[in-house]
């Protein structure tokens, strides 16, 4: 999160009016899913609808709440390894207010692209879909980190897509199709 760390809301406003999205109006609540990758494209796409995040504990969950506080998000804080149970019972509670949730669904730590069964529970739970939220970006650069953070280059374009809306029925079903959606529905 280098660029967060030395440019702050500079820099998240400058690739905030790079994205373009493709949204559709919800009129119930949804699960936002999207790659830890494209972590920041994704925070650019449910910034303007107040959703609720999970942001880990830690340090870069600090500072991403931090920066992206005053853009109509709320944060619940936790992850699978720290006060994970909680935060899916708050998360749940969230979607069950009437409150959209979003989540980077490839766990805190990875591996890259190997979606985490966290999203499925709180989907059952809840009784709400997944909405894939997928990304194309014509310039970027990724981390050097393990999911190699993507960062669209200030005045680049990036397009959000929501992707259709997947109801948990069954689990390895759900777990694959999110993946197939998530993983094949954007540009590399």
């Known amino acids: 999160m280098n660029i967060l760390t030395t440019g702050g809301k ?7 009016h790079s994205c373009r999205i493709n949204k559709s109006v919800e009129s119930s609540p949804v699960i936002y ?13 449910v910034s303007a609808s ?15 709440e931090s920066v992206l506080s005053g853009e109509g998000l709320k944060f619940i804080r936790g992850s699978t390894g720290q006060s994970g149970s909680l935060a899916v019972k708050r ?4 979607l069950r207010s009437g409150q959209s949730i979003g989540l980077a669904v490839d766990g805190p730590k990875g591996p890259h692209g190997a979606i985490q069964e966290g999203v499925i529970a709180i989907s059952r739970l809840s009784g709400c879909p997944i909405v894939p939220l997928t ?3 014509s310039r970027k ?7 190699k953070t993507a960062l669209p280059i200030p005045f680049s374009k990036t397009i959000v897509t929501a992707g259709e809306k997947i109801h948990c029925e ?4 759900t777990v694959e199709i999110l993946a197939d959606a998530l993983l094949k529905g954007q540009s590399r």
């Open 91 to 94: 998360l749940v509670s969230e």
């Open 10 to 16: 500079i820099a998240w406003n400058i690739m905030k």
């Open 170 to 173: 069954h689990e390895s079903a």
């Open 33 to 45: 899913a999207s790659l830890h990758q494209d972590m920041f494209a994704a925070l650019m796409y």
């Open 50 to 64: 107040g959703t609720t995040l999970l942001v880990s504990n830690s340090k870069d969950g600090n500072l991403l």
């Open 141 to 147: 650069i990724n981390l050097n980190n393990w999911d």
């Open 135 to 137: 990304m194309n970006y």
